[in-house]
């Protein structure tokens, strides 16, 4: 006869409603965790992020949570290895070095740009302990190193980058109508030209037209530093 | 005889104490808000920045402060104009467009650098109703168009350029050693040479060879689309 199944499933969709009782470890797992506290960066921004609430919409006593992750620190960690996994790295070591960035970059801005509560934290939270990131930056960089990039430049190659494709994601995310300057559009007659040529020449939508541009600078300038 | 002092002071430096007895309209010019919501935000954060706070520290009614911005939208846009104006865009029409871009590029990261709970905001924020930031727009978008660079591409430079800055911005508040791998150095090796080989050849701070390392490719394949 089959075992009973198991509370704790690997990846449980979302958190489970509070049961009566005691609180049960059901989701008490690192993917259970990483997707509450998504729901609630989601829901409530990213000051609505605490252990309390955590363990709240995990259906368990904060103590139990704290049995998985020490810290909100510790959350952060599960969160941005959760989205540096989502990262595609695959063209490193299998594709030419600039399609590789380029599949990365893009890939890397459009998860991002689903979770820009988080950038202001994954942007300066240090990577130790943070398996899935440092796998995600190892294939990055010894995709630079095999494609001749020295060594000395990669990191600060792999920062610019990622400067970039944080700001980038922020646009993804902004009205379309940000520039328009309204009723002083004629205080600001080379600007309002040019945004206005920009609508009408455009197809793509603006924000992957800035991105690529952009990005496309970024390969040529740094690919010219290759041996 | 002269007349006394006025209690509006065209740019107080901090906001004044509560005073006993009926509030006063002491600070309540743009300047006097602007200074109190910055301080608020550097406080308590971005989420700390409500009207009723913002009424607090500037020591008047809410009602009192609603006569001078009719929402927090209102108040966003003061500190988008007091920011835009801190950036220094004084080298287009004077001076070689890439110099120009280039001095643009780090006083904006530098002045963003020092204010990043507002990216979040300002990185999706209309400039309609924003003199100030729409003329910073104006003197870049002039610069660009004077060094022929093609209208239709303007925008969407100003816009990676601006993702890269805002990008930029947060690295340099990042820990020095976001980039440890701690004990899971072993396991990424490419990464861990090249973090090391970085400490070992760098002089500048590292967030600054990373901007201009990023900048540099940018300006260089900006630069190419120049008529």
């Known amino acids: 006869m089959p075992a009973p199944t198991p509370a704790t499933s ?5 958190p489970v409603r509070r049961r009566a009782g005691r609180p049960t470890a059901a989701v008490l797992d690192q993917g259970g965790i990483t ?14 992020l605490t252990m309390a609430a955590l363990a709240r919409s995990l259906g368990v006593a904060p103590s139990a949570l704290y049995n998985h992750v020490s810290s909100k620190d510790d959350v952060l960690i599960l969160l941005m290895d959760h989205l540096a996994a989502m990262v595609d790295v695959s063209a490193f070591g299998s594709e030419p070095w600039e399609s590789a ?7 890397y801005r459009d998860v991002f740009s689903e979770h820009t509560p988080l950038i202001p934290i994954i942007a300066v939270l240090p990577v130790a302990n943070a398996p899935k990131t440092l796998a995600m930056y190892e294939s990055v960089t010894a995709g630079f190193r095999e494609a001749g990039f020295p060594e000395d430049r990669i990191i600060s190659a792999i920062v610019a980058l990622e400067a970039f494709v944080f700001g ?3 646009d993804v995310t ?3 109508d940000i520039f328009d300057a309204g009723s002083l559009a004629s205080q600001v007659p080379n600007f309002t030209a040019a945004v206005d040529r920009l609508a009408l020449e455009q ?5 992957d037209v800035a991105f690529s541009l952009g990005l496309e600078a970024l390969i040529s300038g740094f690919g010219a530093l290759r041996a």
């Open 10 to 14: 690997a990846t449980p969709a979302r």
């Open 35 to 48: 997707t509450a506290a998504l729901e609630l960066i989601g829901t409530k921004g990213y000051n609505g």
């Open 101 to 107: 960035v380029r599949r990365w970059a893009w890939s």
């Open 168 to 170: 980038a994601a922020y």
């Open 174 to 176: 902004a009205p379309d």
């Open 203 to 207: 197809h793509d939508r603006p924000t």
